[in-house]
C-alpha cells in the first residue's frame, strides 16, 4: 500500500457569529478553497478522484452534498464527483481520513478533502408532522447552528447534556478551576494574535473574495485572566460553574481544505505524510477526553510514542476539555501544545475545524523542516479523532 501525503493545506480566516464571513453562503465558502488549492498546486481539477468534504449541520444552503455543489461552484469539471461526510466537529478529519485510505487502497491517486460550515447561516427549523395537516398548537423552533435538537427520548438523559454541560461536568470530575481555564483561554488569544502578527498563518489562507478578513475575527488583543474573570457561567447557576463564552470556543464561519496525493502524485514537495490515524469512542457526557486515547492510538499505529512528538494541535473545544486532555497525556510538554493558538480565539466552524488543524500542523512540520505532529479533536456524542503527521 502507498502512503498518503498532505501537498497543501488552505483555509479561510474565520468569521464569528453574524460576522465578516456570515453573508457568504456555505457552499460558495467550500468553493473558494477549493479552487485554491488546486490553483496553488497548478493541477488540472479533472487529476482529482473525489472531493470529500465536512459538514456537521447540513439543514441550510448546505443541504444536498455540500462537496458536490462546492466543486461545481469552483469549476471543477462535472467528471468530478463529491461527497458530504458528518462525524460532527470532527467531519473535515473524518474527509482527510478516508481520502488518505482512498489513496492508499489504491482507488484514488489525488483527493481534496477538508470542511466547511457556515453557523451564522443555520436555519431554525421545525419538526414535520405525520399527518398531512398538523393539529393547532405551539412547535418547537429549532437551531441547527450547534448542539442537540430532536432528541431520542430512548437515549439516557444524562447522555443529552449539552456540550457545555459536559465541559462543566469534566472540569468538576478532574479539578479543573475556574483559573486554569481562563489562563488557558487568555494564552490562547496572546499566542493566535502573535502568530497571526508573525505571519504564522500566511502560508495558508486564502480570502473570500468581497468578504476580506484581517485575521481571525474571534481573536481579542489583550485578553487577560483579569478581564475574563468577570464572565458569569453559561452552563451552571451563578457561583457554581467554570464554563463561560470566554473559556470555550465561539460560533462561526469559515472552510478548510487539505489536498491529499499518494508519493509523487504531484510534482510539489509534500508538506506532511500521514503516518497515523484512529478514532475512540466514550460516553457521550464524557466526549471532551475522547482524544486522549484517540491520539494515544494514532501514535500506536503511527510506531511512535509521545517522546517522538514535536507539537499538537487539539481543537479547544472548551478550556476544560483541552486541559483535560493534557492531564491524559502526561508525557506531553503543555507548551508543546497549540503553539500558535487554539480554537478559543481563533473559532470553531464545526465541519473546518480538523481541516484547520491538519493543515496548520504540515505547514508548521514544513516550516520546521520535519519532525512529527498530533492534529486530534474531540467529538459531540462522545468520540474523537486523531492523525499523526510526520515529515
Known amino acids: 500500500m502507498t502512503s498518503t501525503f498532505v501537498y497543501d493545506a488552505v483555509r479561510t480566516p474565520f468569521g464569528r457569529a453574524a460576522g465578516g464571513l456570515s453573508g457568504v453562503r ?29 459538514d456537521a449541520n447540513q439543514a441550510g444552503e448546505d443541504n444536498r452534498n455540500v462537496a458536490r455543489f462546492g466543486a461545481l461552484l469552483a469549476g471543477f469539471p462535472t467528471s468530478v464527483t463529491g461527497v458530504t461526510v458528518n462525524r460532527l466537529c470532527a467531519s473535515s478529519v473524518e474527509a482527510v481520513i478516508q481520502g488518505a485510505r482512498a489513496i492508499e487502497s489504491g482507488d484514488a491517486d489525488v483527493i481534496l478533502a477538508g470542511g466547511v460550515e457556515s453557523m451564522s447561516r443555520a436555519p431554525f427549523v421545525v419538526e414535520k408532522s405525520a399527518r398531512p395537516w398538523p393539529a393547532v398548537g405551539n412547535q418547537t423552533l429549532w437551531n441547527t447552528s450547534i448542539g442537540w435538537r430532536m432528541v431520542n427520548r430512548a437515549l439516557p438523559g444524562h447522555w443529552t447534556i449539552s456540550n457545555g454541560e459536559a465541559a462543566e461536568k469534566v472540569a468538576r470530575e478532574r479539578g479543573i478551576t475556574r483559573e486554569e481555564q481562563d489562563a488557558f483561554a487568555a494564552r490562547s488569544h496572546r499566542l493566535a494574535a502573535d502568530a497571526w502578527a508573525e505571519g504564522r498563518y500566511d502560508a495558508e489562507i486564502v480570502q473570500v473574495p468581497g468578504a476580506e478578513l484581517a485575521r481571525d475575527e474571534g481573536i481579542r488583543d489583550g485578553t487577560s485572566p483579569e478581564k475574563l474573570a468577570g464572565l458569569a457561567p453559561l452552563f451552571a447557576p451563578p457561583g457554581e460553574g467554570t464554563v463561560t463564552a470566554g473559556n470555550a470556543s465561539s460560533i462561526n464561519d469559515g472552510a478548510s481544505a487539505v489536498l491529499l496525493g499518494g508519493e509523487g502524485a504531484l510534482d510539489a514537495e509534500p508538506l506532511a505524510r500521514i503516518a497515523g490515524r484512529a478514532a475512540h469512542g466514550v460516553d457521550p457526557d464524557d466526549f471532551p477526553i475522547a482524544p486522549v486515547e484517540a491520539a494515544n492510538a494514532a501514535l500506536a499505529r503511527a510506531g511512535r510514542t509521545w517522546a517522538d512528538v514535536d507539537f499538537v494541535e487539539l481543537n479547544e473545544a472548551f478550556a476544560s476539555q483541552t486541559l483535560a486532555c493534557l492531564r ?48 486530534t479533536i474531540c467529538i459531540g456524542v462522545g468520540q474523537g479523532l486523531a492523525v499523526v503527521l510526520e515529515r
Open 26 to 54: 456555505p457552499d460558495d465558502l467550500a468553493a473558494v478553497v477549493m479552487r485554491a488549492a488546486v490553483e496553488r498546486a497548478g493541477i488540472d481539477p479533472a487529476r482529482i478522484a473525489d472531493v470529500i468534504f465536512g
Open 328 to 375: 491524559g497525556w502526561p508525557e506531553l510538554d503543555p507548551e508543546r501544545l497549540n503553539v500558535h493558538g487554539g480554537a478559543i480565539a481563533i473559532g470553531h466552524p464545526l465541519g473546518a475545524s480538523g481541516g484547520r488543524i491538519i493543515g496548520h500542523a504540515a505547514h508548521e512540520l514544513r516550516r520546521r523542516g520535519g519532525g512529527v505532529a498530533v492534529a
